[in-house]
C-alpha cells in the first residue's frame, strides 16, 4: 500500500523555524512536492524537489527561507522551515509522483499525505 505520511507541524513565533517530514512507503518517487493551504484559500505550491540527485524549486515566497531535501535510503522529504512569518500559516501538505515532471498544479500528483498544521503567531 502506497502511502504519504507527514508530520512536524506545530505553534511557533515569527522568526523561529520548523522541520516538517514526509515518509513515504509501498514505493519511492522521483518527485515529491509540498503544498500548504491556508483558511479561505487555494492549494499553493510551497516547494518541489525532483529525482534522487534532488534538483529543487521553490515559491517565491519561501525562497531563501525555506530548504527541501529528501534522503533516499530512508525515502523521507523534509522541508526546513526558518524566518517564519504569520503568512506561512496552513495545513502543509506532502504530494508525489512517479515521474520526473514536476509542476505547481496540485491535480498533477496522486499521493498525497494527510496534512500537518504550522500555526505562525506574530
Known amino acids: 500500500q502506497v502511502q504519504l505520511v507527514d508530520s512536524g507541524g506545530g505553534l511557533v513565533q515569527a522568526g523561529g523555524s520548523l522541520i516538517l517530514s514526509c515518509a513515504a512507503s509501498?514505493?519511492?518517487?522521483?518527485?515529491m512536492v509540498w503544498f500548504r493551504q491556508a483558511p479561505g484559500k487555494e492549494r499553493e505550491f510551497v516547494a518541489a524537489?525532483?529525482?534522487?540527485?534532488?534538483?529543487?524549486n521553490y515559491a517565491d515566497s519561501v525562497k531563501g527561507r525555506f530548504t527541501i531535501s529528501r534522503d533516499n535510503a530512508k525515502n523521507i522529504m523534509y522541508l526546513q522551515m526558518n524566518s517564519l512569518k504569520p503568512e506561512d500559516t496552513a495545513v502543509y501538505y506532502c504530494?508525489?509522483?512517479?515521474?520526473?515532471?514536476?509542476?505547481?498544479?496540485?491535480?498533477?500528483?496522486?499521493?498525497w499525505g494527510q496534512g500537518t498544521q504550522v500555526t505562525v503567531s506574530s
Open positions: 524537489i525532483i529525482g534522487y540527485g534532488g534538483v529543487t
Open positions: 504530494a508525489a509522483q512517479p515521474g520526473l515532471s514536476y509542476g505547481v498544479n496540485p491535480n498533477e500528483y496522486p499521493y
Open positions: 509501498g514505493r519511492t518517487f522521483y518527485t
